[in-house]
Every structure is written in C-alpha cells, then in structure tokens.
C-alpha cells in the first residue's frame, strides 16, 4: 500500500516551471518519497526518507479518494469555533490580495505563531495510478507542485504530517494556528511571499485534499495535514487546511 493521497487526475505539474529543482528519486519499496535540495542536504533528507519510509510499510499509511473541490466562498466569516457540515471553522476577515508573483518553486516556510520553520521542501507528484505523493517523514513539508508555486494566482498547497511512525510531525501544532497569522515562503528566486491567515478548517481526511486543493481567483496559499497514525478505535484523525492569502512580497 502507498502512502498518500489518493485522487484521480493527470500526473506531473502544470504550469511554467522557471525555478523548480529537479526531482528526487525514489526508494524502491511501496511507499513514494520524493525529495529535493542539493548537495549533502539532500542526501541526508533521502537517507532519513529512506528510514521512515521502511518502517511506513510496517505502519500502513491509508490512502484517501478525494475529487478536486468546487471553487470556495470564503467571503463570510462564520464565526470563532463555528460547527459546519464540513466540520469545525475558525474563520476571520478575508485580506485584500497582494499582486499575483510569476511561478517560483518554495524553498522554505515560516509560521511564527506556531514556532515553525523549515529551510527546504520536498516537491511532491503523483505516482503512475495518480496518487498524490505525501512527505518521506514526520519532519518534512512537501510542496503539491501541481497547484502551482506559492505566489501565483490560484491555491498552492503544502502538505505535512501531524505525527508519523510514532513521531512528532512538522504540522504537529498546525490546529493551533489562528486567522491573522503570518506565514511566508521563500522562493527560488530570491523572493519572499507573505501569506496572511484568514481561515482554519478541521474536517475529515476524505473531504480535506478538496478543500485543500479548491480554486481559488486569487494568489491563495493552503496548508494541509496529514497523519500516519490512528485512534485507539482505529480511526484516523481529522485533518486540518490552513487558508492564507498573499498580502506582501520582498526580497
């Protein structure tokens, strides 16, 4: 069984792809682990991936079927704590978007109200039967290169687990992130996009990749957790989608 997302669609990215890396191998066991940086960072980001992922087909990652969502409104906030259908909402004022920036591949992420930072990512695909490829182990954060790079007019997403084989993940707190919070991004071209916080959604995993991966008109950014463990009763944990919008850009 593979770990990821499992979801029809096309396979490799879209879009132009000035300042992508190129793509990391992967380990010939049944979980896909895709990596990139350079040097010896990447070597030692594919030696752990390699750890990790053995002991994956041990714990049985599950995989989801989801459809690409509908465009979303997310023009009326609901409310602190509001309960929907598709689960808890924490919802704020929806910013004025920043300019659109032209494609770039996200190097790293900081979300300072959660103490979380990381100085390179993983660039994610799709497998030959089209599932979305997740994170190699507990402490990366993938970037989904098929919604476009963080900064450009549409929704980016990123993606990390809670926890994984027994471990801590690099989205551990994302719950606890609140509309208004900053995140940025830095990208391969020097550039940095700011991300402001206007949503958080906990919903169940098999509705949270649509939520994630919706249309949007605007530069939008999506985080999205994803859990390798299970509940005492077997059940796998809620997932939470962060919803950003580009409000700032430097250098």
């Known amino acids: 069984m593979r770990a990821g997302w499992e979801t029809p669609g096309r396979g490799g990215?879209?879009?132009?792809?000035?300042?992508?890396?190129?793509?990391?191998?992967?380990?010939p066991v049944d979980v896909t682990v895709n990596t990139r940086g350079d040097g010896a960072g990447r070597l030692g980001a594919v030696a752990?991936?390699?750890?990790?992922?053995?002991?994956?087909?041990?714990?049985?990652?599950?995989?989801?079927?989801?459809?690409?969502?509908?465009?979303?409104?997310?023009t009326t906030p609901l409310g602190p704590g509001a309960l929907t259908d598709?689960?808890?909402?924490?919802?704020?004022p929806v910013p004025d978007a920043h300019d659109p920036l032209p494609?770039?591949?996200?190097e790293s992420l900081h979300v300072p109200a959660i103490g979380l930072r990381t100085e390179s990512l993983a660039e994610l695909g799709r497998t030959p039967t089209g599932v979305v490829e997740v994170p190699g182990n507990a402490a990366t954060v993938g970037w989904l290169a098929e919604t476009g790079s963080p900064g450009e007019r549409g929704a980016a997403v990123l993606t990390?687990?809670?926890d994984f084989a027994y471990e801590r993940g690099a989205f551990f707190p994302l719950?606890?992130?609140?509309?208004?919070?900053?995140?940025?991004?830095?990208r391969a071209d020097g550039s940095t996009a700011v991300f402001t916080v206007y949503r958080v959604q906990t919903l169940p995993r098999g509705a949270a990749l649509a939520q994630a991966t919706a249309h949007s008109e605007h530069p939008d950014l999506r985080l999205l957790s994803v859990s390798g463990e299970f509940d005492s009763a077997g059940a796998e944990p809620n997932a939470v989608v962060v919803f950003a919008r580009l409000t700032g850009a430097g250098r």
């Open 13 to 27: 990215g879209h879009g132009p792809n000035a300042g992508r890396g190129p793509r990391g191998r992967r380990i």
């Open 48 to 74: 752990a991936a390699v750890v990790v992922t053995l002991a994956a087909v041990l714990t049985t990652v599950t995989l989801v079927r989801a459809q690409p969502g509908d465009a979303l409104d997310h």
């Open 103 to 106: 494609a770039s591949a996200p």
């Open 175 to 186: 719950d606890d992130v609140r509309p208004g919070a900053e995140v940025t991004v830095g």
């Open 86 to 92: 598709a689960g808890r909402v924490l919802t704020g």
């Open 160 to 162: 990390g687990y809670v």
